[in-house]
């Protein structure tokens, strides 16, 4: 490897998907893409592996997604000059489209005859039918309320347009022109990615660019390995819960993480069956980064410089059965996966919070709330689908630095919505968008403020749903002392005698003068809260974004007018420090008390019962014995697990219309 052809060549494949990246955002036509930015492109090897993936625009989530099945599966051969191939179908590309809203196109770019590279793209479409307007509501059960869902065809026949492939997809939204503008704009982004790379051909010869897509993707795994090499050495586990949509519907994720020589192997055993709700996904066989996002994170963090491509995941491997959560399998629904994969990516950090001497970071907000409406647009009359804001919430506490307020660094990426855009394209007002106050979890690095949006529906009627809402039950944790974060809430009518609060949003129909206050959880915090600068907690102090109180309380800082006591100050600190009991992670009240009854080890002897059953018992059967056995409030044991299994099979089976046995 010359490691100067390696640098030049990355900066040249970098150039590219970034411009095609910033042609996509500027020619879309859809709220979601051109202004929320969930969208991209990418360029892959023949063999489909990504070696190129932009970072200044869309979404990073996907950098070194696998295009390898899908190819194989069409077969490479099937590929000519001018074709583009469609598809939205997670199960068929086992895991290259993660849920059926992320529409993707895969386009062969060819040199004299010679297919070298593929483009690929993608864009959350904002509607492709389905039950209801957007296609996603968390209490779907299958993929067919989705909507449409179709296998990789023609869009594009050596370069003449299939127009049924067109209105299979068209025919099928709510809000067509704007889907097919979205098309458009993925298919400018391949050509100019086609474009130049001929280009670089033209100037360095077909041979030196194929060998600079293999060279990069080695450059990243070396740097990768040599980032992984500075983990100790050891196996590390963690787990938490996803919360579904009904009570005590929590679906237990898990990882072992084993570090070896510069390589990390992650096992998902252990993790809950899929659900019968939307918050699945599937990753298929091979390493998939929507797993991985937090090791990948990581290895930039240490080297900013790594280029972004496939091999950042080939030292990493992964173990996910089949007919989990988080690789499903079919009919599983998945519109709101972005909930389960924000969890996989918390477990994760918990593996190298134990890794690293020094940890890297605690729980994030942990939701990422996309709100959508339905209602008459004010100025055609027609009923039209709008994105009108994603809601994430406050980071976890980082290593030497705080929680990003409102953001959760997982999903950065996302954009908001700029206020005058969405009232002037909806009937909806934003009464409000602004942090809390003492939301800010206590910590060494404290925890990023959550988030409040206020919206009112000025339209007649209106229909509102939200994506990826987590974090109503169990807080996000803290680290090393660091306070765990806050909780979400969802109130309708604030203020009002009909005043609600209504936990997650389903569906939620919206009269004239309906108003929606959606408050999103809060990082935790890491470290403790009494080795905080008492600078640092004045000056959140004079934020407004932390009372006095709570600096006295939870930091032992005695503020006095504008300034800090100082004597009184190191007087409380001593009488808290005395006091205080610090755990490495600290989950809250409500997690401490389901852990009571459920301890980590048992959740994953349970998950492992139930796969081991016909895939037509698993989900009954682990909603019968989660529930008798949670209501009891006592220590479920693997013995008590497995009497449950039987009483729920002889239950459901009609041998038996009691409860299960004591």
């Known amino acids: 490897m010359d490691p100067v052809r390696t640098a030049i060549m990355n900066n ?118 389905g039950a209801v307007p957007g296609s996603i509501s968390p209490t779907f059960t299958e993929s067919f309320q989705e909507g449409l869902r179709v296998r990789p065809i023609k869009l594009f026949d050596r370069g003449r347009l299939n127009p049924d492939a067109k209105n299979i997809f068209l025919d099928n939204s709510r809000i067509p022109d704007e889907m097919w503008g979205d098309f458009q704009a993925m298919l400018s982004a391949m050509k100019s990615m086609d474009k130049r790379l001929n280009q670089l051909c033209d100037r360095y010869g077909v041979p030196a660019v194929k060998e600079g897509m293999n060279e990069v993707i080695a450059f990243a795994e070396l740097k990768a390995r040599q980032v992984i090499a500075g983990i100790p050495d050891g196996t590390y586990s963690f787990s938490d819960y996803l919360e579904g949509i009904e009570e005590n519907q929590h679906a237990h994720i898990t990882a072992t993480m084993t570090v070896k020589g510069g390589e990390i192997d992650l096992d998902f055993t252990g993790t809950d069956p899929q659900v019968a709700a939307a918050y699945n996904f599937i990753i298929g066989e091979r390493t998939h980064p929507y797993v991985t996002q937090a090791l990948t994170y990581y290895i930039m963090s240490v080297e900013p410089g790594v280029p972004k491509n496939a091999g ?218 009494l080795d905080r600068d008492p600078e640092l907690v004045l000056n959140d102090v004079r934020m407004d974004l932390l009372s006095r109180t709570v600096a006295r309380e939870s930091y032992g800082v005695v503020i006095d007018g504008n300034s800090i006591d100082k004597d009184r100050t190191a007087e409380l600190r001593a009488e808290l420090a005395a006091k205080m009991t610090v755990g490495k992670f600290a989950y809250g009240p409500e997690r401490d008390a389901y852990n009571g009854i459920w301890t980590p080890e048992v959740r994953s002897f349970l998950a492992q019962q139930i796969l081991a059953m016909p895939r037509p018992m698993r989900q009954r059967t682990i909603e019968f014995v989660r529930e008798t056995l949670t209501v009891k409030g006592e220590r479920v044991t693997e013995n008590d697990v497995s009497r449950a299994i039987e009483a729920a099979n002889d239950f459901l089976e009609g041998r038996s219309y009691g409860v299960a046995a004591e």
Not at 357 to 371: H, L, Q, R
């Open 312 to 529: 950042l995941l080939r030292p990493i491997r992964t173990k996910a059965p089949r007919g989990t959560v988080i690789n499903a399998e079919y009919p599983a629904a998945m519109g709101s996966r972005v909930a389960a994969g924000t969890r996989v990516f918390d477990v994760i950090l918990g593996c190298l919070n134990q890794a690293l001497p020094d940890g890297v970071m605690a729980a994030g907000a942990g939701m990422v709330g996309i709100i959508v409406a339905n209602a008459r647009d004010p100025q055609t009359g027609r009923q039209r689908v709008s994105v009108l804001n994603p809601i994430i919430g406050g980071g976890g506490g980082r290593i030497g630095k705080d929680g990003i307020d409102g953001v959760d660094g997982r999903s950065g990426a996302l954009k908001s919505i700029p206020t005058e855009v969405l009232e002037v394209e909806t009937v909806m007002h934003m009464r409000r968008c602004h942090l809390v106050a003492d939301t800010q979890s206590p910590g060494r690095w404290r925890g990023g403020a959550a988030l409040v949006m206020e919206i009112e529906n000025t339209g007649l009627e209106a229909t509102m749903t939200v994506r990826g809402m987590n974090r109503f039950k169990f807080r996000p944790w803290g680290f090393k002392g660091g306070f765990p974060g806050k909780l979400g809430e969802v109130i309708t009518n604030p203020g009002r005698a009909d005043e609600k609060s209504i936990g997650k949003i389903r569906v939620l129909q919206m009269a004239r003068g309906d108003v929606v206050r959606i408050v999103s959880p809060a990082g935790g915090g890491f470290g403790n809260p």
């Open 12 to 129: 040249r494949f970098t150039a590219i998907v970034e411009e095609a990246s910033t042609v996509l955002h500027r020619t879309a036509h859809t709220t979601f893409v051109k202004l929320v930015q969930d969208y991209q492109c990418a360029l892959a090897t023949p063999e489909g592996d990504i070696f190129a993936y932009p970072s200044q625009s869309g979404v990073t989530v996907f950098i070194g997604l696998p295009l390898q099945e899908t190819l194989n599966r069409i077969g490479r051969e099937n590929f000519a000059p001018g074709d583009c191939y469609i598809t939205n179908d997670p199960f068929f590309t086992d895991g290259l489209v993660t849920h059926m809203m992320d529409v993707t196109l895969i386009y062969p770019v060819f040199r004299d005859g010679e297919l070298i590279a593929f483009g690929w793209s993608f864009v959350h479409a904002s509607d492709i039918g």
